[in-house]
């Protein structure tokens, strides 16, 4: 089963940098997504391990054979790469049935027409599209296409596939069943599977590790929950979490319990569960939504600003002087404009950043100064 | 050391294998290549003809041996502004074979693009954007007139309107028999016709190419506009034109290039009257002096090159390439009212005289025996399909239906059109592949530019050229240097609609294809081309269409008068021998109306998208 190396993979488009020194390492039959916003560099990179795309610089390797080296030369085309790759707009030859979509790459291996027979019945079978095996791409709806793309990408067995945003062209409720699907899919098929998505929950539900990018560099690259619960930085942070995650920022002042963030007229105290070895000068802290606590006494006092109820889940805005801050509450509850609530912050889930470089430096607990 | 040399050469050797095993570079790089040689390459050789002495009357003049180097061209036709004269006239040669012309010329040019634009621009603006009536007959015939010889409607201008008491004044034409209307000379002959005639054919152009931009044009620009209550003259001004602008000025740049080189409009409607211009003053002078002759050609080539120029820049950096989204907003139509019929009506009987009266003209031309008798009783089918016609004393014995000659003709003109269309259409797909693939790169700029460059050559001096080059290649001739110079010629507009043909569809479809494995000349055959047909196919018809149409092209390289029906017809009515010139003349209207309905009807092939609408 391969493994896929990219090693300081750089493209550049005349002076624009899109990808910058790629360093990453994909284990045989995981889920990766590659995530972040528009421009970041995802499906770039996506499409330079395809071989669609030429690196500037770096090595890619896929199972110990050399697809790319800039400095020795070596490109190898991407048929040769034994790769799937499932496209935004799914790319289904209009003039094409949906059988002669799927059976066109086996012929063209050569496959013996029983085979691909059986092949496309079992893909066609798994998929749910049978019925529509003499129907051309434009007879169908969004959803059946996409299916059609996912077993034509499937049906010669490659050893990897890559996936460029398939479900963004689907509508929200499309959406959320497809994704299991394909969950199961990687089950099945037993493939690696590469993934591109601006989606922070997709990314969240279907990887086993996340590689968030931002302006062609590597923010960070783990696995989901990991990133969630202890993001490497101020950009991953923000991008992962829905409602996102609260920045308190402010000058930082040591004190012998931890530290002291001055912001907005309000103090805060962080005290820090492990060693701070640097002590920053502008600090942003943050802390979820869902740490944020609301109680009915014994806390701090704060006003509402907003409250939208979802039925599952209440997001909050509290105002605190001159400071927001975002709670959610589980449950089917509403509160009174500019009422007056009180709340506590959960312990030990508060990061601190160093403001300059955006790297997280400790986590600990965030009491407010009395 | 030798080590590390070896593998930088190994290094080298596979970069360029992997940067040749993809088609879209070998193409630009073979292209590049090819066109360099067949476009840059005569352009060199018609520069060294101008310093280059010829045989002849020529070398007579310059006093000086076959072949040597002389400046004497470039003083006599550019610089000898007094010749002395004789009874106090004074006499410039360059005056009469240059300047006098090139002014010609470019009014000439002028007022046909301004007549194109306001004519195919405002029909174009009616079909599109209004509630007009028979719109599907006047959107059918338009492009007629740019399917039909240019010189269909010069003939046709001189045989109805000419009379006994201007030009050459040997015969009534039809306004003047049947009527008794006797035009004046200048609305017959030179500049006004000229312009007139220059302007209708390359009208189409305009009707396609603002046709196009109006009709993907969002509604919503305009309704915003009323919303705020604009009024409909301030609407037009202020919003529609500003938005065809680019589609105007790069018709109008087209047109103009056009005009310069057009031959066989003014062979009909100046020289009559001595009205010269460019064309046909190079075309005379290459009998007698053909240093001067090139030197024409050079100047007709560079007005070509800074009108590439000027295209290049206006549109190059905004290109704008519609593609067919499905998603058609609303287009809401300005609704005429009472000038609905009258206008109407206009155009449609305006269609009809530049459309469908020249062919009742030529009809009726070629069956009657004395000139200028348009009874019953004075007409004939003998000119069709006579045998022994020996009580004419011109012309030949036998009907054009029934000439073997003729037929012989029309057989090598369809082959040669065939092939130039196959060739130009082929390497135009490949080229509309490659610079779509390649867009942006350098060598993907240089080969769209050059792929178009042939067609502001003018033709005559194109002809020329390549005349000049059959010299020194022994291989180049008869039907070889035609096909090569037809296919040089019309590869530009293969390579437009291949071009857009190639931009409309997105690069995935093909991906799609390469990640499986699908080989190259696989997925041009059986996923690019079937998507793409009809456009792809435009790019074939144009070249098909033009060449059974084309003279001026050709004329100069022909081994007889007799080897094509355009030549033939030319060479006929240079002879006066007007039924059979007309006879020929429907014969090849005739031809080509055919070929364009055939393909038209079994690809969905269409001019409209040959010429890039």
């Known amino acids: 089963m391969p493994e896929i190396i990219l090693t300081n993979v750089t493209k550049r488009f005349g002076k624009f940098v899109a990808v910058d020194k790629l360093n990453l390492n994909i284990h045989s039959n995981e889920f990766i997504t590659l995530l972040g916003p528009s421009g970041c560099g995802k499906t770039t990179t996506l499409r330079m391990i395809a071989g669609l795309e030429t690196p500037t610089e770096g090595r890619i390797m896929i199972d110990e054979d050399v697809v790319f080296d800039a400095d020795e030369g070596i490109n190898v085309p991407p048929n040769k790469r034994d790769v799937g790759f499932l496209f935004q707009n799914y790319a289904l030859w209009p003039h094409m049935t949906v059988k002669q979509n799927i059976a066109f790459g086996l012929e063209n291996l050569k496959w013996p027409k029983k085979d691909i027979d059986e092949r496309v019945d079992e893909l066609t079978l798994m998929l749910k599209i049978r019925e529509f095996l003499d129907r051309y791409p434009s007879e169908l709806s969004g959803g059946q296409q996409q299916r059609v793309a996912i077993a034509r990408t499937l049906a010669p067995k490659p050893r990897v596939l890559f996936m460029d945003e398939p479900l963004s062209n689907l509508d929200a409720k499309l959406r959320t069943d497809m994704r299991s699907e394909l969950k199961r899919l990687h089950k099945t098929t037993d493939s690696t599977f590469v993934y591109v998505t601006h989606d922070q929950l997709e990314a969240m539900t279907l990887s086993t590790r996340i590689c968030i990018m931002e302006l062609g560099k590597l923010m960070q690259y783990a696995p989901p929950l990991e990133m969630y619960q202890s993001p490497a930085n101020l950009f991953v942070a923000d991008f992962m979490g829905n409602p996102s995650m609260n920045f308190i920022e402010g000058k930082a002042e040591k004190t012998d319990k931890g530290v002291c963030l001055l912001s907005g007229g309000v103090a805060f105290a962080f005290t820090p569960s492990s060693v701070l070895d640097a002590m920053p000068e502008q600090a942003v802290i943050g802390i979820r939504p869902e740490h944020v606590l609301i109680s009915d006494e014994g806390g701090c006092p704060a006003k509402v600003y907003s409250s939208l109820p979802s039925g599952l889940e209440t997001t909050i805005r509290l105002s605190l002087g001159e400071i927001m801050l975002t709670s959610v509450v589980f449950g089917g509850m509403d509160f009174e404009l500019d009422s007056d609530v009180s709340f506590n912050f959960v312990p030990n889930q508060a990061i601190l950043f160093d403001k300059g470089s955006g790297n997280a430096l400790a986590r600990g607990s965030l009491q407010l100064s009395k | ?613």
Not at chain 2, 123 to 142: H, M, P, Q
């Open chain 2, 1 to 613: 050391m030798e080590t590390i040399q070896r593998n930088q050469v190994k290094r080298l050797g596979r970069m360029t294998h992997t940067f040749l095993s993809k088609p879209a570079n070998l193409i630009l790089v073979v292209f590049l290549v090819l066109l360099t040689f067949l476009t840059l390459y005569p352009l060199l050789v018609l520069i060294f003809e101008t310093f280059t002495v010829h045989s002849g009357r020529e070398a007579r003049a310059v006093g000086l041996p076959r072949g040597s180097y002389t400046d004497y061209h470039f003083k006599r036709l550019l610089f000898t502004l007094d010749d002395g004269g004789a009874m106090g006239v004074t006499y410039s040669n360059s005056w009469i074979q240059f300047y006098g012309p090139l002014l010609n010329t470019l009014s000439v040019a002028f007022t046909s693009s301004a007549v194109a634009i306001l004519f195919g621009g405002t029909v174009a603006w009616f079909i599109t954007r209004s509630n007009l009536k028979y719109k599907k007959f006047i959107s059918g015939v338009f492009v007629f007139p740019y399917i039909m010889p240019s010189w269909t409607l010069a003939l046709f201008w001189q045989s109805f309107f000419k009379n006994e008491f201007i030009g050459t004044g040997t015969s009534n034409g039809i306004l003047a028999s049947v009527f008794g209307i006797f035009m004046p000379e200048w609305f017959v002959y030179g500049y006004f016709p000229i312009s007139i005639v220059l302007g209708l054919h390359y009208a189409p152009f305009a009707y396609i190419l603002i046709g196009g931009i109006l009709r993907n044009m969002d509604a919503n620009l305009e309704e915003a506009a009323t919303v705020l209550k604009t009024s409909r003259m301030r609407l037009l001004r202020r919003i529609t034109l500003p938005i065809i602008k680019p589609a105007a000025l790069s018709t109008f740049l087209l047109v103009f290039a056009s005009s310069i080189s057009a031959y066989s409009v003014p062979v009909f409607l100046g020289s009559p009257v001595r009205y010269y211009m460019l064309s046909t003053k190079m075309k005379s002078l290459m009998d007698t002096y053909p240093g001067q002759a090139y030197i024409i050609a050079a100047v007709m080539i560079m007005f070509g090159i800074v009108i590439l120029g000027i295209n290049q820049k206006v549109t190059g950096s905004r290109k704008s390439y519609t593609t067919v989204t499905g998603k058609s907003s609303q287009v809401s139509l300005v609704d005429l009212r009472k000038w609905n019929r009258p206008v109407a009506v206009f155009l449609v009987i305006l269609m009809l005289l530049i459309a469908v009266l020249p062919l009742i003209t030529f009809a009726a031309e070629s069956v009657i025996i004395k000139a200028g008798n348009y009874s019953l009783s004075n007409m004939t089918l003998d000119f069709w399909i006579g045998t022994n016609l020996t009580y004419l004393d011109q012309g030949d014995s036998t009907g054009i239906l029934l000439s073997g000659k003729v037929w012989k003709a029309l057989f090598y003109s369809l082959a040669l059109a065939a092939t130039c269309a196959v060739v130009a259409g082929t390497c135009g797909m490949l080229v509309g592949y490659a610079v779509a693939k390649k867009r942006g790169t350098r060598m993907a700029n240089a080969v769209n530019s050059l792929a178009f460059f042939p067609y502001l050559m003018p033709s005559l001096a194109f002809g020329a050229i390549y005349l000049a080059m059959s010299v020194r290649v022994s291989w180049l001739n008869g039907f070889v240097l035609l096909a090569l110079i037809g296919s040089v010629k019309y590869l530009p507009f293969a390579s437009r609609s291949g071009l857009n043909a190639m931009l409309q569809l997105s690069g995935e479809i093909e991906e799609a294809g390469q990640i499986v494995g699908i080989p190259w000349w696989k997925r041009m055959t059986r996923i690019i081309f079937p998507i793409q047909k009809s456009s792809l196919l435009s790019g074939y018809l144009l070249p098909l269409v033009s060449c059974m149409r084309e003279l001026s092209l050709f004329v100069l390289l022909v081994p007889t008068s007799n080897t094509l029906l355009t030549t033939m017809l030319m060479q006929y009515s240079e002879k006066g021998w007007a039924q059979f010139g007309s006879a020929i003349n429907l014969l090849i209207i005739i031809v080509v109306l055919l070929i364009n309905y055939l393909v038209n009807k079994l690809t969905g092939a269409s001019i409209d998208k040959g010429i890039g609408g």
